[in-house]
Nanobody, 128 residues
Framework: QVQLVESGGGLVQAGGSLRLSCAAS????????MGWFRQAPGKEREFVTA????????DYADSVKGRFTISRDNAKNTVYLQMNSLKPEDTAVYYC?????????????????????WGQGTQVTVSS
């Protein structure tokens, strides 16, 4: 069982930055690919970014490419999402998710139903 706790959300003006963190419990964090998803009011959950278990490969939605950066620190059981040049359309609840890769490398899924564990979410609001 893995528990995920997001933090770092808040209110920011357009053009500003925020860094989200997702702390994971357990001793096998390095076995998990990690992803960030978001859900805006009245919209479906969407993929934002994902990172392989080693951190060697990342994937981004086109809407955030060049503005957001995912990273992880396996020693701290934490994944981060650095968000720069924020836009009002980035406003959403952001969720981190974990996918057990059973130590297979190069896996960073985009589909939410491939993930095994989810955090409770953190609100990000970008004002214009």
């Amino acid at each position: 069982q893995v528990q995920l706790v997001e933090s770092g959300g808040g209110l920011v003006q357009a053009g500003g930055s925020l860094r989200l963190s997702c702390a994971a419990s357990g001793r096998t964090f390095s076995s998990y690919a990690m992803g960030w998803f978001r859900q805006a009011p009245g919209k479906e959950r969407e993929f934002v970014t994902a990172i392989t278990r080693s951190g060697g490969s990342t994937d981004y939605a086109d809407s955030v490419k060049g503005r957001f950066t995912i990273s992880r620190d396996n020693a701290k059981n934490t994944v981060y999402l650095q968000m720069n040049s924020l836009k009002p359309e980035d406003t959403a609840v952001y969720y981190c998710a974990a996918k057990n890769t059973y130590n297979k490398g190069g896996y960073s899924p985009r589909r939410g139903n491939e993930y095994d564990y989810w955090g409770q979410g953190t609100q990000v609001t970008v004002s214009s």
